[in-house]
């Protein structure tokens, strides 16, 4: 990632442009103020964002972040979004996953699998923000259902891109079809639906979600396939769970008719990548027969 003192020195000139001030008050967290209001951002999703462009493209890309914080400020000011009215907000409701490790003090969620926690969020087109405990108190509807409306929004929103990888000349990955999908703000959330897009097989599908702007799965139709298929997007999604800006999880998962589970956790070493499948990973193996 880009180095932290250079990634400040470029914010706090940008911010100073438009009268704005810049104060660290976490490791990973700048507040940045101004007559609009104060905002936060994260500095190292701002880190990962700037590793990958050129440095002389790290003023615009700054800027960019300081201008969609500003109008998210003069939005709530001038227009707040009245968290009352569900009737109004039902239409601004979305889910995302998230790493299990962020914190997120009384956000409505779930655990789908070990290190994945699906929560419920506002989309304000500006601005997403967590749905609260004490803001679901105020609406007229249950958990359960906020959260068959939430994926209802997502899936009646773009469907993911889907484009084919090849793996080729990738150690363990000859013959693998594997599938990058992107595109859709929630992404991540078509992780349960793996099974209504072209990228999984008779017995399901190996996936990642190293971001939240992507997940990678590969059909899982031998037992051959879905081991290889495991170590490869172990590798992977431990890489791109380091590099990428908001990362979500370093691990490996199955689906299988609509279920989400743990394949394989994967930490990354000096020498590589450690991968560990859990027992119902080499269960679900032993069923294929070959």
Avoid at 14 to 37: E, N, P
Avoid at 143 to 163: C, K, M, Q, Y
Avoid at 175 to 188: D, F, Q, V
Avoid at 214 to 221: L, S
Wanted: charged fraction near 20%.
């Amino acid at each position: 990632m880009a180095a932290v003192a250079d990634v400040l020195a470029v914010l706090v000139d940008r911010a100073a442009r438009r009268g704005l001030s810049c104060r660290r008050i976490a490791a990973d967290t700048v507040a940045v103020a101004g007559v609009c209001g104060c905002f936060t951002m994260s500095l190292s999703d701002l880190r990962r964002v700037l590793a990958a462009e050129s440095r002389d493209q790290w003023p615009a890309l700054v800027e960019d972040y300081l201008v969609s914080g500003m109008v998210e400020c003069e939005i709530d000011r001038e227009a707040p979004l009245d968290e009352g009215d569900f009737s109004t907000i039902r239409m601004l409701i979305r889910t995302r996953l998230y790493s299990s490790n962020d914190i997120a003090a009384d956000a409505v969620r779930r655990v789908l699998a070990p290190g994945l926690v699906q929560r419920v969020v506002l989309d304000a087109v500006h601005t997403v923000r967590p749905v609260t405990y004490a803001m679901l108190a105020r609406w007229p509807i249950g958990e359960h259902h906020l959260f068959a409306l939430a994926e209802a929004n997502v899936r009646g929103d773009d469907p993911p891109e889907i484009s084919t990888l090849p793996f080729d000349g990738v150690d363990m990955g000859e013959g693998l079809s594997i599938s990058l999908l992107t595109g859709p703000e929630y992404i991540t959330t078509h992780l349960r639906w793996l099974g209504a897009y072209p990228v999984h097989g008779q017995r399901g599908a190996i996936a990642i979600v190293p971001s939240k702007r992507c997940v990678y799965a590969c059909p899982a139709d031998t037992m051959d396939r879905a081991f290889r298929a495991t170590a490869v997007l172990a590798r992977l999604a431990t890489m791109a769970h380091a590099e990428q800006p908001w990362p979500v999880s370093p691990h490996v998962y199955m689906w299988r008719n609509g279920q989400v589970d743990l394949a394989a956790m994967a930490v990354r070493t000096d020498g590589g990548v450690g991968i560990y499948p859990t027992d119902d990973f080499h269960g679900w193996l032993a069923t294929f027969g070959g």
